[in-house]
């Protein structure tokens, strides 16, 4: 089997490569994470605070759920430093800190729940918020690293 090229072509016309996550989601989030990031080369410069910024915009939409993003039923900051980002942006501070890697922290316990039932997240009922958090953030990149293997 041929090993797929992630380059994509973006609206302008620029070649980005494309996360794998990405690549295994929807066009509308890859447009937002494409446009983010060609935008964010332009201001910074090839790199991760490039990447950052894409995911950072991306994660206002959507969720990571496993190895690729899914809307989110309500648009906004997905955790606390994503939060705390938006206001250091507007100030022009320091715009660095823990994420939930792509979980909605701020999302219902029920939702958090389903998506622990759907990644099989095991002892998810006894669970609290952060810790069902944080056990979707390693099945999620569990399933990513799998993904890779796989592709």
Same mark, same amino acid.
């Given at each position: 089997?041929?090993?797929?090229?992630?380059?994509?072509?973006?609206?302008?016309?620029s070649t980005?490569?494309?996360?794998?996550?990405?690549?295994?989601?929807?066009?509308?989030?890859?447009?937002?994470?494409?446009e983010?990031?060609?935008?964010?080369?332009?201001?910074?410069?090839?790199?991760?605070?490039?990447?950052?910024?894409?995911?950072?915009?991306?994660?206002?939409?959507?969720?990571?759920? @496993?190895?690729?993003?899914?809307? %989110?039923?309500?648009?906004?900051?997905?955790?606390?430093? +994503?939060? #705390?980002?938006?206001? *250091? !942006?507007?100030?022009?501070?320091?715009?660095?800190?823990?994420?939930?890697?792509?979980?909605?922290?701020?999302?219902?316990?029920?939702?958090?729940?389903?998506?622990?039932?759907?990644?099989?997240?095991? @002892?998810?009922?006894?669970?609290? %918020?952060?810790?069902?958090?944080?056990?979707?953030?390693? +099945?999620? #990149?569990?399933?990513? *690293? !799998?993904?890779?293997?796989?592709?």
């Amino acid at each position: 089997m041929a090993k797929r090229d992630d380059k994509r072509e973006s609206a302008k016309g620029s070649t980005t490569d494309l996360p794998s996550t990405l690549d295994r989601s929807d066009e509308h989030a890859q447009a937002i994470w494409r446009e983010t990031h060609d935008s964010a080369v332009e201001s910074y410069g090839e790199g991760e605070r490039a990447h950052r910024t894409a995911f950072s915009a991306l994660k206002h939409s959507y969720e990571k759920v @496993g190895d690729h993003w899914e809307p %989110k039923e309500h648009k906004g900051p997905s955790d606390a430093q +994503a939060a #705390r980002s938006g206001a *250091a !942006a507007r100030r022009g501070g320091d715009r660095r800190g823990a994420t939930a890697g792509g979980v909605d922290a701020n999302a219902t316990k029920a939702h958090l729940m389903d998506l622990a039932r759907r990644l099989e997240v095991k @002892g998810r009922s006894s669970m609290t %918020k952060q810790e069902l958090v944080e056990a979707i953030d390693k +099945a999620n #990149r569990r399933e990513t *690293a !799998a993904a890779r293997r796989a592709g």
